[in-house]
């Protein structure tokens, strides 16, 4: 069996992270990818704008319409508030396949530029094969790659969507239109998230 691991914060899910993992599905033969939203993401300062429980319903509503996408709670709160780390997640994963079995994980460029500022990364790049995805405004640079590290390129996405930007759209009221599944949208719409800023805005506008 060939196995992805997908993790991100998904804050929220999008179209460009399906599409990301529609091409790796297609490219490497996946027959399964494990959707992981981190509870904690130790990459990434400050807070999430979504609470965990929520952007893992929005990443289980998106996996729903395709039979290999899985949603995982493997990064889930831990219950003495310590961090998640890739490392243990790949090995918690790992413990379950047979030698045959092929684990990759699937990354956008922008993340893996990064790579060396993770914990025990060099050990991470051992235990995976990494699927880099290409995205707009970065750039896949081979010279930084770990050696030893087994690293395909996937080259053939062009997706501009970010959960930054949707984040952005939703606080100004602006459509995302072709940015968010429809049943994530959805989600978003009834559950009133990712709204603050809208709610700032119109207080601060009724006191000036
Ligand atoms: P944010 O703007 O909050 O950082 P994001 O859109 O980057 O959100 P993440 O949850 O941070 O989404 O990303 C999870 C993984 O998906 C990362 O490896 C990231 O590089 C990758 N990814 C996200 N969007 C794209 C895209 N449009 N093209 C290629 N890779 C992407
Ligand atoms: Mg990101």
């Known amino acids: 069996m060939n196995l992805a691991i997908f993790g991100g914060t998904f804050d929220p899910i999008h179209t460009g992270h399906l599409e990301v993992a529609r091409a790796a599905r297609r490219e490497y033969f996946l027959d399964r990818i494990l959707f992981i939203p981190a509870s ?20 289980r ?6 039979p290999a996408f899985v949603a995982s709670q493997l990064e889930g709160p831990a219950g003495d508030g310590s961090r998640n780390y890739t490392i243990q997640t790949i090995r918690r994963v790992a413990a379950h396949l047979s030698p045959h079995d092929r684990l990759f994980f699937i990354i956008g460029a922008d993340a893996f530029a990064e ?9 991470v790049t051992m235990e995976v094969e990494f699927i880099v ?3 707009p405004g970065y750039t896949l640079d081979e010279s930084a790659l770990p050696p030893g590290a087994m690293v395909h390129w996937l080259r053939s996405v062009h997706s501009n969507v970010s959960s930054t930007e949707i984040r952005r759209r939703l606080e100004n009221g602006q459509s995302t239109r072709g940015m968010l599944p429809a049943p994530v949208a ?6 009133h998230l990712y709204r603050r800023g809208r709610v700032g805005a119109r207080r601060k506008a009724a006191v000036q």
């Open 186 to 191: 959805r989600y978003i719409s009834r559950s």
């Open 61 to 66: 509503l998106a996996c729903a319409e395709h």
């Open 115 to 123: 790579i060396t500022t993770w914990y025990r990364w060099r050990q």
């Open 133 to 135: 995805v290409s995205r």
């Open 40 to 59: 904690q993401p130790p990459h990434k300062p400050g807070r999430c704008a979504a609470s965990y429980e929520h952007r893992l319903e929005m990443v």
